[in-house]
């Protein structure tokens, strides 16, 4: 089931109008609290965001390659408390991804929005923005928002030969697999 899962998934910024159902937004949910976190710690936040007027906002929260989100009618924004683990950027985009990876597995699309380290304006960061428009808390980082929805666009999966296998080794750095 794994395989099929990663082999066909791509990420998706044109989405249907139509609502997501409850029980899938549950699935979302499930999922990104099961993402692992190092040592347990678990540092991740999430705020699923369904209104239609913060998403439009949150479309704008950097420079470029969040507009799409204007359009989906479901955004995760995906935060971490860096006090609570070192680890965090890895625990976030790990449950980003599981969040993600879920959608596709109940018929939905997304696409991950990076946010950490990037501008909003020349003066504001996206993280800034977000947390002025969300109320969220000055400890709490903001990694990534997923913007999920169905897919209005149908993209070929990549081909196992578009894989670069040039990039994997055998038991040392220059010995092709």
Not at 162 to 170: A, G, M, N, S, V
């Amino acid at each position: 089931m794994f395989l099929p899962l990663i082999q066909n998934r791509r990420s998706i910024r044109r989405y249907l109008s139509n609502r997501i159902e409850a029980e899938k937004i549950d699935v979302l949910i499930e999922a990104a609290l099961r993402a692992p976190s190092s040592r347990g710690f678990n540092p991740w936040e999430f705020i699923f965001v369904l209104e239609i007027n913060l998403l439009e906002k949150l479309s704008k929260a950097k420079q470029h390659g969040s507009s799409f989100l204007r359009y989906a009618p479901l955004g995760i924004v995906v935060c971490a408390d860096p006090a609570k683990s070192d680890m965090w950027v890895e625990d976030a985009s790990i449950a980003s991804i599981f969040i993600q990876l879920a959608a596709d597995s109940v018929g939905l699309g997304s696409c991950w929005i990076q946010i950490r380290e990037r501008m909003h304006d020349k003066e504001k960061t996206a993280q800034a923005y977000i947390a002025d428009l969300l109320n969220i808390p000055p400890d709490l980082q903001v990694e990534s928002i997923v913007a999920v929805g169905y897919p209005e666009e149908r993209k070929t999966p990549h081909s196992k030969e578009e894989l670069q296998y040039d990039k994997i080794y055998l038991n040392s750095y220059g010995n092709l697999y």
